[in-house]
T-cell receptor, first 112, second 114 residues
Framework: ETGVTQSPTHLIKTRGQQVTLRCSSQ?????VSWYQQALGQGPQFIFQ???????GRGNFPPRFSGLQFPNYSSELNVNALELDDSALYLC???????????FGPGTRLTVL | QQQVKQSPQSLIVQKGGISIINCAYE??????FPWYQQFPGKGPALLIA?????SEKKEGRFTISFNKSAKQFSLHIMDSQPGDSATYFC?????????????FGTGTRLKVLA
């Protein structure tokens, strides 16, 4: 059984640029959630995708958008990057009644 | 009301000792309470979880105690080892409109001294 994988591992962008982060869900999981984890903080919920549809969103602006593909992999897109977007971006896949979530290793995004 | 308050912020324990981390919540709609362990540069790993109809759950050296009336839950790590040194997050799951949204605590940085 393959766990959750994310790419790239690290990314450096400049303010105003756009970025795409990728996530492959764990085998058999049909739901993907994205979280932002600032340094020294707990993960903050961005949004969740279920069967290729956005299925809930946290308190993040529309410049954070996503996609889920038929194989349940997912992308997180962030437009017009700001310095405060610098964080570890985590993807979690899940399935089942309580949506037990398993996290990938994350993508460390630095915005200069 | 959707916050999960976690304490302490940091904890130092001697090898073999008991580590205790506490969390409190307000929203009684939370229906699932997992604990995650995170090492530097890694994603959080699910450690143990409990549902509100159970007061205690034990897996190896890790125990969750859950007090529904007080809206508190805690993680106990028995016989703490240096390899347990990591940041621990409690979380609470809230189902809204078909979405299971996790609310995380702010984390506890545990250091176990050899």
């Amino acid at each position: 059984e393959t766990g959750v994988t994310q790419s790239p591992t690290h990314l450096i962008k400049t303010r105003g640029q756009q970025v795409t982060l990728r996530c492959s869900s764990q085998s058999g999981h049909n739901t993907v959630s994205w979280y932002q984890q600032a340094l020294g903080q707990g993960p903050q919920f961005i949004f969740q995708y279920y069967r290729e549809e956005e299925n809930g969103r946290g308190n993040f602006p529309p410049r954070f958008s996503g996609l889920q593909f038929p194989n349940y992999s997912s992308e997180l897109n962030v437009n017009a990057l700001e310095l405060d977007d610098s964080a570890l971006y985590l993807c979690a896949s899940s399935s089942g009644a309580y949506n037990e979530q398993f996290f990938g290793p994350g993508t460390r995004l630095t915005v200069l | 009301q959707q916050q999960v308050k976690q304490s302490p912020q940091s904890l130092i324990v001697q090898k073999g000792g008991i580590s205790i981390i506490n969390c409190a919540y307000e929203n009684t709609a939370f229906d699932y309470f997992p604990w995650y362990q995170q090492f530097p540069g890694k994603g959080p790993a699910l450690l143990i979880a409990i549902r509100p109809d159970v007061s205690e759950k034990k897996e190896g050296r890790f125990t969750i105690s859950f007090n529904k009336s007080a809206k508190q839950f805690s993680l106990h790590i028995m016989d703490s080892q240096p390899g347990d040194s990591a940041t621990y997050f409690c979380a609470a799951s809230l189902r809204t409109s078909g979405t299971y949204k996790y609310i995380f605590g702010t984390g506890t940085r545990l250091k176990v001294l050899a």
